[in-house]
């Protein structure tokens, strides 16, 4: 299936997706000094809290590699280099992911917890890098490009 579908369209999803992740990462750092401290309760909630994560996370992903990977293609001059760039990312971002969804929590809470706080730091400069350069109105012009399969 072909959808029509508008670059500020485009933004628009993606930035939301973003900020329903810097929502998800708030919630789960409020917990982690607890967590670090041994507290079984918080760290539960925490690991919960952070597995629905990751799973947005890589929902996220594909949707960025469906929606947003053929317009940055062919937006301009540098569109191979965005997409090379992205390509290089996410794969980067899935074996990461797919390392920290196999962590036992409860095992060494303080050693998770330093992982998930190095994984939101990770993820939050990734979001505002992807925002300032191929996110931004400028890089993603108001066009109207046809993106195959569903667009939501
Ligand atoms: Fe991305
Ligand atoms: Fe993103």
Known sequence: MTTIIENAKIRR???VEHEGLRIGLRSIETLLD???TGDVDATKNAHQQFQNLLTSFIRHIEHEERILRPV????DAWGPARVRSMDEEHSVQRATVKRLASLEALGDPAEWAKEV???????????AGEEKTCLS???????VVAVEGDSE
């Open 34 to 36: 607890r967590v670090a």
């Open 72 to 75: 940055l293609e062919r937006i």
């Open 117 to 127: 706080r190095a994984f939101s730091s990770e993820l939050l400069t990734d979001m």
């Open 137 to 143: 109105p400028a890089v993603l012009r108001d066009d």
């Open 13 to 15: 999803i993606i930035l």
